[in-house]
């Protein structure tokens, strides 16, 4: 591998390298016609400093300050926790400067192609066609999990349940007699039918539990939360009706549903079942009601087919999690140009992750169509920041232990790699929690880093499809908004194929371009839209967690 393959500046202002490849300490390396000593062995997705540094001197990646030198650097040496710490620079909201039109990338290749969706009443078009069964309070759990033993495995949507795992042999091999070591060693992997039309219902892509543990017990606040967000799912386009079972007493109110819901949607067409256990006979009637209500509902719902729509018609939630050093190289980069791909071409897309945006707020506030949507972000971020600062817990310590072993040792090393999912465009709206996209362009949506809490989010604000880029590897999917999984590097899409969709580690090996790789992924996006199961589908990673505002980064 060549020197300038070997290592990357990926901002003219950075002081700072990164390694594409392991390097040796006292090998030397060249960049721009400058020779590196390298100080310090450097893994893989590392940076080291491109200049002799002080204490408190600053450091620059991406172009923006990712944090300050603990004590002197030399150049050549490697940039970590122990001589590095995080800081950003200071954002403001600016009275608004006139924007230089935004340019769309080439969209030639795109602009004729469809998917083949959902088309709902109100115009928008889901890439599934789900049925919900939700629980309102946690005290609802135990009879949700009723329904779905009653419900999934006769009406045919169980198939993959197993998920390949044969415990079958397991149990003939203990009844036979066989010891605790050939139990151990016996192979219980099987082939499974990767996909699959419902023999009763085939226009139904399935129907999904919503358990959690909220509802009642904890902050009021959290509790409406809670139903706005479940009213979102039940708007998500990808759904076509839903049957909630509430207990009556509980914080979560039926009545709140239903207002966010009539706000959401004012004219909703979609079937929607509210029962409360209260008002029932008894425990048995009510789940008896539920099954005939919830059967009633997949008639109505198996009348819809797929047809052709727009590209415009994707609403597409940008997220990543399990990051590494490359990350903000290729995976991110890949969905910051399909991102504008999608806002060139009219339809929407949707970035979370509010930790993970600081340290590039003044860019997207000068990003902003208006200054009231500049305002909007600005206060969310900043009231955010101090409420977890005040639990313990800034902005400063998002990155996990596998981040900065992986190199995203600083919260704005991070976020600078993770703004790159949202391309270049305009931002067009600014949403608080379990708000809803309604505008077509670039949305940036306030959740937690948390994986799962995200992509819960991204999909209860209206995302029909998610990309979701990973350096390290996470199974995390959605129940009613396919989850593509995109990954940083080749190593990691080869190691866990399983769970992996879309390889975007052919950017660091110089085998194509961010272009490129965005156009390829954009047609998987188009396949996955028209029903192509993605991997953690396959794996039915129905991942679900609702945001308990403040308690999470």
């Known amino acids: 591998m060549s020197n300038q393959k070997k290592i990357l500046q990926i901002h003219p202002k950075d002081n700072v390298l990164v390694a594409l490849t392991n390097l040796e300490k006292g090998e030397k390396v060249i960049f721009n016609s400058q020779e590196y000593i390298i100080q310090d062995t450097i893994a893989s997705k590392h940076k080291f400093a491109t200049e002799n540094l002080q204490k408190e001197d600053p450091v620059y990646m991406y172009g923006v300050l990712v944090g300050r030198a603990k004590k002197e650097i030399l150049k ?7 001589n590095l710490v995080h800081d950003t620079e200071k954002y403001a909201v600016k009275d ?3 924007q230089e039109k935004w340019q769309a990338p080439d969209l030639s290749k795109f602009i004729h192609k469809t998917f083949n969706g959902y088309h709902r009443s109100d115009g928008k078009v889901g890439t599934e066609n789900n049925w919900l069964i939700i629980p309102l309070v946690f005290c609802q759990n135990r009879n949700v999990e009723v329904l779905q033993q009653a419900l999934v495995e006769k009406l045919g949507f169980g198939k993959q349940q197993h998920l390949g795992l044969d415990v079958d ?53 959290d509790s409406v939360a809670l139903c706005h967000l479940l009213a979102g799912y039940i708007n998500n386009p990808n ?31 979609k079937p929607v079942y509210i029962l409360e256990q209260q008002q029932s006979v008894s425990e048995q009637e009510l789940l008896a009601d539920a099954v005939k209500k919830t059967f009633v509902g997949l008639i109505e719902a198996n009348k819809i087919e797929r047809k052709p729509a727009p590209l415009s018609k994707l609403v597409i939630g940008l997220e990543c999690g399990g990051s590494d050093g490359f990350s903000g190289i290729s995976a991110n980069p890949t ?33 902003c169509t208006s200054k009231e949507k500049a305002t909007k972000f600005s206060t969310i971020m900043s009231t955010y920041n101090e409420k977890a600062d005040a639990l313990g817990s800034g902005f400063y310590a998002n990155p996990s232990p596998g981040n ?45 880093g948390n994986d799962v809490e995200s992509t819960t989010g991204l999909a209860g604000s209206g995302s029909n499809i998610i990309l979701f880029t990973t350096g390290l590897g996470t199974p995390t999917g959605n129940p009613i908004t396919p989850v593509i999984k995109v990954a940083t590097n080749t190593t990691l899409y080869k190691k866990m194929p399983d769970i992996i969709d879309f390889n975007a580690g052919t950017i660091i090996e110089g085998i194509t371009t961010i272009e490129e790789t965005g156009e390829a992924l954009l047609e998987h996006v188009i396949e996955v839209a028209s029903g192509k199961l993605t991997k953690a589908k ?16």
């Open 76 to 82: 050549g040496a490697l940039i970590s926790t122990t």
């Open 96 to 98: 608004s400067e006139k």
């Open 169 to 221: 042999a397991l149990i003939n091999d203990y009844t036979n007699g066989a010891s605790s070591e050939t139990i151990l060693e016996r192979n219980i992997l099987k082939e499974t039918e990767k996909k699959y039309k419902n023999p009763l219902f085939p226009n139904v892509d399935g129907i999904h539990f919503l358990t959690h543990d909220g509802g009642c017990g904890g902050a009021t606040s």
């Open 239 to 269: 759904v076509a009706g839903a049957t909630v079972l509430s207990l009556g007493c509980q914080h979560a109110q039926a009545s709140i549903l239903e207002k966010a819901l009539a706000k959401m949607a004012p004219n909703n067409k």
């Open 335 to 367: 969905l910051g140009y399909v991102s504008d791909l999608i806002v060139g071409l009219g339809g929407a897309t949707v970035l979370s992750e509010f930790p993970e945006l600081n340290g590039v707020e003044q860019e997207l506030i000068n990003r």
């Open 404 to 448: 900065i072993k992986d190199g995203l040792i600083t919260d704005a090393i991070k976020s600078a790699g993770a703004a790159k999912k949202g391309g270049t465009s305009p931002v067009e709206d600014v949403l608080d929690y379990t708000e809803q996209v309604e505008k077509p362009g670039l949305n940036l949506l306030c959740t937690p």
């Open 538 to 553: 396959q794996l039915r990673q129905d991942d679900f967690i609702p945001w308990k505002r403040g308690m999470s980064l």
